[in-house]
């Protein structure tokens, strides 16, 4: 049987990067969205360039706390064991702390922390039963830097930072390994009428394959921070 990754948000961005990624090493995969008919193309997409490899939707919207606890059931419904979860659901409002719209800070937290501690919280019993698995965080440059215009967004990511970071130590005793990934400006929709080159900017698939690379070390090691940037430096 194929080993199993989960990536929230998985349809887009870092997100599909991951699956794609993932799926072409013969992982089945369990991913979600917000969006049903991208989650249909993405399956079908998968299922046919890996005729050996399962692609498992369930259209969820994370940041609310009941989807996010009934998408680690349906996982955990599958009757299979996770080998990797990755915490990638996120979104960007640009912003000030002292200017930006009321709701800004409740809405990213919700979405950009929340639902990866309810995510987790749903799956790593069974990882710590195993003494066995592996939880990706997509944190960002922005968890260890604040910057103009950054707002709430940076005060949910350095939250997510925080959170892995206190996973981390928690997971020591139990085999589950915790990386935090912290991405530079990359090259996803977010950046979508921006006049800057594609060589400005991280490739999507080079944290995927960061991921991958960092799962696939000995479990007696783990890489526990992960930061990439563009060459050129930040945006």
């Given at each position: 049987?194929?080993?199993?990754?989960?990536?929230t948000?998985?349809?887009?961005?870092?997100?599909?990067?991951?699956?794609?990624?993932?799926?072409s090493?013969?992982?089945?995969?369990?991913?979600?969205?917000?969006?049903?008919?991208?989650?249909?193309?993405?399956?079908?997409?998968?299922?046919?360039?890996?005729?050996?490899?399962?692609a498992?939707?369930?259209?969820?919207?994370l940041?609310?706390?009941?989807?996010?606890?009934?998408?680690?059931?349906y996982?955990?419904?599958?009757?299979?064991?996770?080998?990797?979860?990755?915490?990638?659901?996120?979104?960007?409002?640009?912003?000030?702390?002292?200017?930006?719209?009321?709701?800004?800070?409740?809405?990213m937290?919700?979405?950009?922390?929340?639902?990866?501690?309810?995510?987790?919280?749903?799956?790593?019993?069974?990882?710590k039963?195993?003494?066995?698995?592996h939880?990706?965080?997509?944190?960002?440059?922005?968890?260890?830097?604040?910057?103009?215009?950054?707002?709430?967004?940076?005060?949910?990511?350095?939250?997510?930072?925080?959170?892995?970071?206190?996973?981390?130590?928690?997971?020591?005793?139990?085999?589950?390994?915790?990386?935090?990934?912290?991405?530079?400006?990359?090259?996803?929709?977010?950046?979508?009428g921006?006049?800057?080159?594609?060589?400005?900017f991280?490739?999507?698939?080079?944290?995927?394959?960061?991921?991958?690379?960092?799962?696939?070390?000995?479990?007696?090691?783990?890489i526990?921070?992960?930061?990439?940037?563009?060459?050129?430096?930040?945006?």
């Open positions: 049987m194929n080993r199993l990754i989960v990536v948000g998985g349809t887009k961005g870092i997100g599909k990067a991951i699956v794609e990624k993932f799926a090493e013969g992982f089945d995969v369990v991913t979600c969205s917000r969006n049903e008919k991208d989650l249909n193309s993405l399956q079908q997409e998968i299922q046919e360039q890996y005729s050996n490899v399962k498992f939707i369930k259209k969820s919207n940041s609310e706390k009941e989807e996010a606890l009934a998408f680690a059931k996982v955990t419904s599958l009757n299979r064991p996770v080998d990797v979860l990755v915490n990638n659901t996120g979104f960007f409002i640009p912003g000030t702390v002292h200017e930006e719209e009321d709701g800004a800070l409740e809405s937290i919700n979405t950009n922390l929340y639902s990866a501690y309810h995510v987790t919280r749903g799956l790593i019993g069974a990882m039963d195993r003494k066995e698995g939880i990706f965080n997509i944190c960002s440059v922005a968890s260890i830097t604040a910057y103009p215009n950054g707002g709430s967004y940076s005060i949910s990511k350095f939250a997510m930072y925080g959170m892995s970071k206190a996973l981390r130590e928690e997971m020591k005793e139990h085999g589950v390994r915790v990386t935090a990934i912290l991405p530079g400006a990359t090259l996803t929709a977010s950046w979508d921006v006049e800057l080159p594609p060589e400005r991280v490739k999507a698939s080079d944290v995927a394959d960061a991921i991958f690379n960092a799962n696939n070390i000995s479990h007696q090691s783990v526990e921070d992960i930061i990439i940037r563009p060459q050129l430096g930040d945006i």
